[in-house]
């Protein structure tokens, strides 16, 4: 608004009432904010990211810890030990003969994270699956077990919840390789694991 007043000489002046300018100081926390965002927002990802790969290797441990009770106990009561390698599910919902409850050996939400069952959830932000074949390019299903060897890969659903697949067999020892490459279906020869970093040195 602009008043005129009167001087002693006669004249008249205008002034101009200045007031802070609401526009300006969005912009500036909009500015703010938008900053903030893009320092933490990216570190925040890779935290997750982080969290998630450790949850991946600690899951594929229980997978292997699974196998071996499957395996000792017999807990299919099939009279053979042997590992089961039709799916990870089954580890949970498999039923023994002359059985009404199932097994159990893993979680329902890790059984729910085998992307080869309806209704799967990745857990957390990777799947869990069994493997097709051994280092020899041999099947690890032979009428859904195997005498001696199983295979699981544990691999992100995207790049933004996981950078690294993980694998785990019977020798216990995960290995994990960049999601640069597809995830392997065939568990791979001992020139390739060497090649590998275990997730030990990486992921605590």
């Known amino acids: 608004m602009n008043d005129r007043n009167e ?3 006669g004249l008249q002046y205008s002034r101009m009432e200045t007031k802070p300018s609401n526009l300006a100081t969005w912009i500036v926390g ?6 903030i965002a893009a320092i933490a927002v990216p570190g925040l990802l890779s935290s997750q990211r982080a969290s998630n790969e450790r949850g991946a ?8 810890s ?13 009279g053979v030990q042997d590992f089961w390698t039709k799916d990870v599910a089954g580890l949970f919902d498999l039923v023994p003969a002359g059985d ?7 979680s329902p939400d890790l059984a729910k994270a085998d992307p080869t069952r309806p209704g799967s959830v990745p857990m957390p932000g990777y799947w869990f699956q069994a493997m097709d074949k ?23 659903v995207d790049r933004s919840t996981g950078r690294n697949v993980f694998y785990v067999n019977e020798g216990n ?7 640069e490459f597809p995830p392997l ?20």
Not at 100 to 106: F, K, S
Not at 134 to 148: A, F, I, L, T
Not at 185 to 202: G, I, M, N, R, V
């Open 173 to 179: 020892t995960i290995f994990k390789r960049s999601t």
């Open 30 to 35: 909009i500015v703010v904010v938008v900053l």
């Open 100 to 106: 009404t409850e199932p097994i159990q050996l893993i």
């Open 57 to 64: 290797n600690a899951l594929l441990k229980t997978l292997a």
């Open 66 to 78: 699974a196998e071996a009770d499957f395996k000792g106990n017999d807990r299919d009561k099939n």
């Open 134 to 156: 051994d280092e020899e390019g041999k099947d690890y299903r032979q009428g859904d077990r195997h005498p001696s060897k199983f295979g699981f890969r544990g691999y992100p």
């Open 7 to 9: 001087s002693r000489d």
């Open 185 to 204: 279906t065939q568990w791979p020869s001992d020139a390739e694991l060497k090649s590998w970093f275990h997730p030990d040195d990486c992921c605590k």
